[in-house]
């Protein structure tokens, strides 16, 4: 059998294979990516209590936003390693997160046993309040 004709049938059985793992683990596909640096990060970020900074507390109010918009903002983000600390104690993570047309960047302390949110800065528009 030519080289050709092997790779062709082993790519068609990897295609149906694919297909087969994908119909069969739907519900659970995440379970595929939860172990990637960022992924464990986030979780490790809402499983922890979540406090606020004084000056971010200020800045979620001049947004006019809640603790809930945090949350999702968390689970919408991608964690940014090179500008987060990571060595430190606590750590400090930076994550990016688009809404609409603006970009957020929230920055974390993460301790054992509590997330505290330190600072929203809006990267495309400058946030205008009064905070400390």
Known sequence: ???????????????IGCL??????????SVL???????????????SELRFDPLAQC????????????SKGIEASDVRFRLSETHDNPRIYVLDWEEGDDTFRLRFAL??????LLEIENLNNPLNCDCP
């Not at 087969?20 to 596909?29: G, I, P, S």
């Open 59 to 70: 800045q979620l109010t001049c947004l006019s936003e809640d603790t809930s918009w945090v």
């Open 1 to 15: 059998m030519k080289c050709s004709r092997r790779l062709w049938l082993y790519f068609l059985g990897f295609g």
């Open 111 to 116: 301790a054992d046993s509590s997330t505290t």
């Open 33 to 47: 990516t939860s172990w990637l640096p960022g992924n464990r990060v986030k979780f490790d970020l809402k499983r």
């Open 20 to 29: 087969f793992v994908v119909a069969v683990f739907n519900e659970r596909l």
